[in-house]
């Protein structure tokens, strides 16, 4: 019996990989991991280590989330050092708590690797922090997409009439419902919004607008999964703040 890394891969950039989750990937004996991870560190493995695709997209899951835990633990068997990649960190909207609870259950030991999470690099690496002195002192990170087969929505839009900053984390696809939600609960039509799409990476591509005209812009610009949106006025610092140059 080994050992699970549930490990974070951080956002994209590989420079954003922590010293420890390195360590780990080249120690492993089997590397499980998603979609969102940086394939380059793959690279980094040691020869022999075993790879094992899981990622998900949206209508596209290689497996559901209980055959995934099923995976980790029968390579947890089999396998001294067990990597379990996942992009950004593991426990932010990563499911990293069932993994840890389903090996947990069965004797298996784990540790949690956080990684640098997307809610936090992504609008920086655009220019926009989501706290700044005099603007904003606190935010707020959301699932953008919720399992389709809940009954009744987690979210709690009333609870965001008076937010700072808010991220949504996989919301493209519900970027419109999301928007239309929050001016509902008295949100201004105003209120500044960023997209950012493929953040930290040499693909990064960002719009602004407001909850309003925000759906147009981005259907306009052909921003493209993966996505986070920021609503709130730290997005109008964007222009003071830009420190790299997207490809168009």
């Not at 067990?82 to 932010?92: H, M, Q």
């Not at 922090?129 to 699932?143: D, L, N, Q, Y």
């Not at 419902?177 to 693909?203: F, H, Q, W, Y």
């Amino acid at each position: 019996m080994g050992k699970v890394y549930l490990t974070g891969a951080g956002p994209g950039d590989i420079d954003l990989l922590t010293v420890k989750a390195l360590r780990v990937v080249r120690e492993a004996d089997v590397i499980i991991y998603d979609r969102l991870a940086n394939p380059d560190i793959l690279k980094e493995a040691k020869e022999g280590c075993e790879f094992v695709y899981v990622g998900k997209e949206d209508g596209r899951h290689t497996l559901p989330q209980d055959q995934i835990n099923e995976v980790i633990y029968q390579n947890a068997l089999k396998h001294d050092n067990v990597v379990r990649l996942k992009g950004g960190d593991p426990l932010v909207f990563g499911r990293g708590g069932e993994e840890a609870k389903y090996l947990k259950e069965r004797g298996i030991p784990f540790e949690f690797i956080p990684g640098v999470t997307s809610a936090i690099s992504v609008p920086a690496y655009a220019g926009i922090p989501v706290t700044h002195r005099g603007v904003a002192v606190s935010f707020k990170v959301v699932t953008g997409h919720e399992a389709p087969n809940k009954e009744h929505s987690q979210v709690d839009w009333e609870s965001m009439k008076a937010d700072e900053t808010i991220v949504f984390l996989m919301g493209l696809h519900n970027l419109r419902n999301i928007a239309k939600n929050l001016m509902r609960i008295g949100r201004s039509p105003d209120t500044p919004v960023a997209v950012i799409s493929k953040g930290t990476t040499p693909e990064q591509k960002s719009v602004t607008g407001t909850l309003e005209t925000i759906g147009d812009i981005v259907k306009e610009a052909g921003i493209q999964t993966p996505a986070l949106i920021v609503v709130g006025k730290v997005v109008e610092l964007k222009p003071h703040l830009e420190w790299i140059t997207e490809k168009e």
